[in-house]
């Protein structure tokens, strides 16, 4: 997995490339949303548009970051899913618990 | 078609066996939509035996066997665990659930593949088939 850190105003955005799956990108995903959030950012956007798979493993990270982030009075979006990657949290029901945009101008626009 | 590999108990072999399944998906024809979902079950059913199955336990071996036969692909993944009882597994999608980090695996492979069967091995361990019916590239377009 390869990944490209920036800022936009308060907004940290985590742009992810490759696989996140068991043992190659899944925890790194967490340790890179835990680092925006340990740095005081409440707002976390995870742009996808270069995920190619993404498994459980990956999948049950970005929930416990959701988790995380919630508890931690942070907010955390998703932006610029391939069809498959939408279709994996659609067939879990997790589309309903993510804040899913398909553009980052309108994602970063979301966050109260 | 029909490859079978002996694999290390570590996650790094989950791509050694997408490697052979995604030779074995081309030769066959099967379409990029299907094989991808086909590897999406495979990594699934790995994990599930390097992490759940042998625990950590690098010294053991799982053995993952590929046969696309007509116009189905077939995949057998053995481990040498303890085995475990499928029929209690939970339901991601439950309320309960929904928030869980773990517990979506097996919901996968059963979503992406047509068939799917644990069933215990001779020796121990759990032997997981699955089998999913394909479209080749060649019918398709």
């Not at chain 1, 925006?36 to 929930?63: F, P, R, W």
Request: glycine share 10%; charged share 25%; with cysteine.
């Amino acid at each position: 997995m390869k990944q490209q850190i920036r800022d936009i105003g308060d907004v940290r955005i985590i742009s992810l490339s490759g696989k996140i799956t068991i043992g190659s990108g899944d925890v790194m995903m967490r340790e890179l949303i835990n680092e925006g959030l340990d740095a005081g950012y409440t707002k976390i956007l995870l742009e996808l548009g270069g995920v190619s798979a993404i498994d459980s493993s990956g999948i049950g990270e970005m929930v416990a970051s959701y988790t995380s982030a919630k508890n931690r009075g942070a907010q955390l979006k998703l932006v610029n899913l391939s069809r498959k990657i939408n279709d994996i949290l659609q067939v879990t029901q997790l589309i309903t618990v993510f804040d899913v945009y398909s553009d980052q101008d309108e994602a970063i626009k979301a966050f109260a | 078609m029909r490859a079978t590999l002996s694999l290390e108990s570590r996650f790094e072999s989950i791509e050694v066996a997408e490697r052979a399944l995604i030779d074995l998906c081309v030769e066959g024809g099967v379409g990029a939509d299907e094989e991808y979902w086909i590897l999406t079950a495979l990594r699934e059913a790995i994990a599930n035996a390097i992490r759940h199955g042998h625990r950590g336990k690098t010294q053991e071996s799982v053995r993952v066997e590929f046969r696309i036969q007509g116009e189905k692909v077939f995949i057998t993944v053995v481990d040498q665990g303890n085995g475990f009882d499928p029929t209690v597994i939970p339901d991601p999608r439950d309320a309960e659930n929904l928030l869980k980090p773990c517990g979506r695996g097996i919901f996968y492979m059963r979503r992406f593949m047509d068939e799917v069967e644990f069933r215990s091995g001779p020796g121990g361990g759990t032997i997981v088939t699955m089998t999913r019916k394909v479209t080749p590239r060649s019918i398709k377009e």
